[in-house]
């Protein structure tokens, strides 16, 4: 990730006045954000994207800027290091922008394999998240299934079924 893809997604922003599957903003004038496990969660188990803070949404995406580049970028590690299951390895850049600072983070799609990535605090079934639009959405329990399946090899049309007798086929 560079600058141009940052300022890029930030022209995006402020064109289509929405965020995307993409691409996500946080406020963080006042300190670390209280709630982005789900972003980082559903951008891993998605597509990937950009998550920008120091952007206003409420304000047609403003800069306001970061309370502390260092920290925040610790708090991020710190939480993509120690709290997702499996481990993300975010990209992070800071740079000023319209006079302020602030700290862009890419986070790559995890390899299926590997899904779902989660917040382990809240467990699997309710810290898995994936992106629809501009939102992030606790993943279903058949979305879960479906991914734990494909992690275990499990082929539904091959497991056999117990209350089946040889009249049942066709």
Known sequence: MDQKEVLEAINYLRKYKTETDRIEVKTAKGGFP???????????????????????????????????VKDLQKQITDLCSDSMEP???????????????????????????????????????NGSYTRIGDRDDKMTDYELYSLQSYKDHIFEDTRPNKRANIEDLN
């Open 87 to 125: 481990t993300i390895r975010p990209d992070i850049l800071a740079f000023e922008f319209e006079g302020k600072n602030i700290l862009a983070v890419k986070i790559e799609e995890i390899l299926q394999n590997k899904k779902p990535c989660y917040y382990k605090p809240s467990g699997i079934k």
């Open 34 to 68: 209280k709630k982005c496990y789900d972003t980082f969660s559903s951008f891993s188990n998605k597509y990937g994207g950009i998550i920008i803070f120091g952007l206003s949404e409420d304000n047609d995406f403003t800069t306001e800027g970061v309370y502390d």
